[in-house]
């Protein structure tokens, strides 16, 4: 699933996915970004340089036809009211206030990610912060898992 493992003989492998788990798209494309991140590790600073400097300035466009989720504006605000301005995993206060609502920005998130079959609903559905936000996206720690459905699933507003 895109994850290192060390050789005896100090070779590097990446496991690329299980062929029987219906998270193997998944899995698959956590390797495709492993494989991306073990290059771009093995390159000297000089190459890397190099190439960022010869990378075009103007990027490359693509059109894309995907998939869109028309989420609940109910679903959201109400986790982030639940929040009372405090991210639901790191606990800290929201890092800045929306200018336009002078509300604490925080962002609503899936603890099952609606692309993974997950729900549109209060409780699958909490209020983080930017940082723990892309941390749940990045990592998606089983720990992190367990205690944002805990907390969604309780569905009061939490206490400072």
């Known amino acids: 699933q895109g994850t290192r493992v060390e050789l005896d003989n100090n070779k590097q492998v990446i496991l690329v996915a299980d062929l029987k788990s219906n998270k193997f798209l998944f899995q698959l494309e956590s390797f495709v970004d492993a494989v991306r991140r073990f290059k771009l590790d093995q390159m000297s600073d000089t190459d890397l340089r190099r190439r960022a400097a010869a990378a075009p300035a103007r990027p ?15 679903v959201a605000e109400w986790t982030k009211r639940r929040a009372d301005g405090r991210c639901e995993l790191c606990r800290k206060p929201a890092p800045f206030k929306n200018t336009s609502s002078n509300e604490p920005y925080l962002e609503s998130h899936h603890i099952v990610w609606l692309s993974r079959g997950g729900l549109d609903c209060t409780s699958n559905t909490v209020a983080l912060c930017p940082n723990c936000h892309r941390k749940m996206h990045v990592v998606n720690a089983e720990k992190d898992i367990k205690k944002l459905t805990r907390l969604a699933s309780a569905g009061a507003p939490r206490q400072s």
């Open 60 to 74: 490359r466009r693509s059109t894309m036809n995907g998939v869109v989720y028309v989420r609940s504006q109910y």
